[in-house]
Every structure is written in structure tokens, then in C-alpha cells.
């Protein structure tokens, strides 16, 4: 795949750095940055890459973050939607993570600037501009204003 732009990646480090602070601050887990492998599947081997991802400490090996991909999903996986993605694409990525593990997905949406939560339950819901972005039950205490990713 061709690199992201500009937008995107601006968008994604901020979103990243924000669930970054939040976690080494409260010693929740490691946040992990766009060219970070999940190996979901093995034989044939799947691994994907979301923009940003968080995984808790309850579920890095006791030896540490390994130097390869990391084995399953994360707990939160961010996707930054690009110009060219399709819908059907989004959605795919975002079933993905979820049938892996994942118990939550942002997909932020900057053409809208909008961001859509999905659950693990199977429930979502779209943040505007005037909402904040909950880190939940996944990420306690996180909260971020929409509006900010997008400055």
C-alpha cells in the first residue's frame, strides 16, 4: 500500500499520542503506532495494521512487548478513513478487529468529521463535532473532544 497522507497522518498521531499519555500515565497497557503488525491468524498467517491501537497490561507477555507482531488483536484498534476507502472497505476492517478481540473501534471519519464507535457487543454509535471520545470500559477515564482531531 501507498503511504497515507498528510491529513491522515496527522490525524492519527494525534490520536494516538492522546491514548498514549493516558495510558503510561495510569499504567493501563502499551499504545502502539500505525506500522505495528497484529498477527490474527495463523496458517495462512493475517496480520493488519490499524492507524493506532492499545492493548492493556493484562495482556502483554510477561516478557515483555515482543519485537514481532503482536499475537492477536488489540483492545482498541483506530482506523483513519482515507479519501480513496470505500464504506465496504471500512466496514471490513472494522469486523475484522472485532471477530480478533477487539472490544472497541474508532473510525475516524475526517471528510465529516465525525467518529464512529463500534463495540464488541455489536452496538455503535457516530461522535460529532460537540462529543467526546470515550475510552470506556477499554480505556478508563480517557476522553478526548471530537472537535480537536481535527484542528
Do not use: C
Not at 47 to 70: C, I, N, T, W
Not at 101 to 127: C, E, F, K, M, Q
Request: charged share 20%; aromatic share 8%.
Amino acid at each position: 500500500m501507498s503511504p497515507a497522507g498528510a491529513k491522515h497522518g496527522d490525524i492519527a498521531l494525534e490520536i494516538g499520542s492522546r491514548i498514549r499519555i493516558h495510558t503510561t500515565d495510569h499504567r493501563l497497557g502499551r499504545t502502539f503506532g500505525a506500522e505495528t503488525g497484529f498477527l490474527l491468524t495463523r496458517n495462512p498467517d493475517t496480520v493488519r495494521a490499524p492507524d493506532a491501537a492499545f492493548v492493556s497490561q493484562a495482556r502483554l507477555p510477561e516478557s515483555g512487548v515482543p519485537a514481532g507482531y503482536f499475537p492477536g488483536a488489540p483492545d482498541l484498534a483506530v482506523e483513519v478513513v482515507s479519501p480513496g476507502d470505500t464504506a465496504g472497505e471500512v466496514e471490513e476492517k472494522v469486523q475484522m478487529w472485532l471477530a480478533h478481540g477487539a472490544s472497541l473501534v474508532w473510525v475516524i471519519h475526517p471528510a465529516t468529521r465525525t467518529v464512529t464507535v463500534y463495540r464488541r457487543d455489536g452496538s455503535a454509535n457516530v461522535l460529532h463535532n460537540d462529543d467526546l471520545l470515550d475510552g470506556e470500559a477499554v480505556l478508563p477515564g480517557f476522553s478526548f473532544p471530537v472537535d480537536r482531531l481535527f484542528l
